[in-house]
């Protein structure tokens, strides 16, 4: 099997993850914050650690780490906690539904969707600001065409004009360098299955302090627990019910890993897509989404054909998992004038040598 969907969740992980995901299973299973004994003191101290370690990789110091379940339910807790009828958002054609549907599920509150290229985001802003304006939401790296937002020019156009900034990182933390500090950034989604090579289970939103979320599950978290008020503790009041601690555990590891190797990591996943890009530039009979600076994802159809059918001819004849269809971001393919595309998603165990294999059989599909 070649994977070359990790956009999606990336299939290999680290020897660490798989290692410290067999230990917790032996040794962690206990529930983290719901006693005071041996075995749930071990795990809370490594649920501890794996918020200090995201905090210190994406130099996050005056920031709190929400654990949630994926990175779709980090963007509701943000979106639902921060937004509401009379408000204003300004966001992105390029924007995955776990954005678009959790917007437009708000009654009353006004949207306007920027249908400009990534590079003239900041400049659209100025143009569509409003006085009920409240938050800008932009993807960092668009999971159909690899493109990526300059969140450092548009987080400080949201301090300039005091606006709450919401990045959907499912795509690019892990693979790209993000400073939030810098960068202005007040809240970041991120999946812990993708470039963090967790397993699934678990993503969460790094939040700038000082910011007030309002829960979207209510129940137990081990704090208050003789009021049946909802308490107001950061994070045990956003985290009710328990927490995913093994997937929580196998992302400890994946963090470190990646951290530990992340100047190898950048390079040879830009190395490849460089590489793909060409290779996929010399085939005439494709139509490509994808830029020459587009980093780890890439789009395109053969000319005259289905994306599926070629996504499911390249799993029959070499074992080649791509994806196709929409990708949960119906306005970028409207925005590209498609009605679905084939994606090739790339992480750091990918090679050169499965590169060549698309590419071959590629060629085989489009002169069959």
């Excluded at 700038?208 to 599950?217: A, D, E, R, S």
């Amino acid at each position: 099997m070649i994977y070359l969907d990790n956009a999606a969740s990336s299939f290999k992980k680290p020897k660490c993850v798989i290692e410290m995901v067999d230990y917790a299973l032996k040794f962690l299973t206990a529930n983290p914050g719901r006693g005071s004994h041996i075995a749930a003191d071990s795990v809370a101290t490594i649920v501890y650690s794996t918020r200090e370690e995201i905090k210190k990789f994406l130099n996050a110091p005056n920031y709190d780490v929400i654990f949630t379940l994926n990175c779709t339910q980090a963007l509701n807790l943000a979106i639902f906690s921060m937004l509401k009828a009379g408000d204003h958002v300004i966001t992105t054609s390029y924007e995955h539904n776990a954005v678009l549907r959790a917007i437009y599920s708000i009654k009353g509150l006004e949207i306007t969707i920027l249908d400009c290229d990534m590079q003239n985001i900041v400049k659209n802003l100025k143009t569509n600001l409003k006085p009920n304006t409240k938050m800008i939401i932009t993807n960092h790296i668009s999971n159909v065409t690899g493109e990526e937002c300059d969140i450092a020019a548009v987080g400080a156009f949201c301090k300039e004009h005091n606006l709450i900034y919401l990045v959907d990182g499912a795509q690019s933390v892990g693979h790209t360098q993000i400073d939030l500090t810098k960068s202005n950034v007040d809240m970041l989604a991120f999946a812990g299955h993708k470039g963090l090579y967790a397993i699934t289970g678990v993503g969460g939103l790094v939040v700038k302090k000082g910011i007030n979320l309002k829960p979207l599950v209510f129940g137990g978290t081990g704090t208050n627990s003789e009021s049946v008020i909802q308490p107001t503790d950061i994070p045990e009041g956003l985290e009710s019910g328990t927490l995913p601690s093994i997937p929580i555990v196998s992302l400890y590891a994946g963090v470190k890993f990646v951290s530990k190797n992340f100047s190898y990591i950048q390079k040879k996943e830009q190395n490849l897509s460089n590489y793909l890009y060409k290779k996929l530039k010399n085939l005439n009979f494709l139509e490509i989404y994808s830029k020459s600076n587009s980093k780890n994802v890439f789009s395109f159809n053969i000319k005259n054909c289905s994306d599926r059918l070629v996504a499911d001819e390249l799993n029959q004849r070499k074992g080649i998992c791509v994806r196709s269809g929409l990708h949960c971001a119906p306005l970028v393919h409207k925005k590209l004038n498609t009605c679905g595309a084939v994606r090739v998603s790339l992480d750091f165990f990918n090679t050169p040598e499965e590169i060549d294999a698309l590419i071959s059989t590629l060629n085989e599909i489009a002169n069959s």
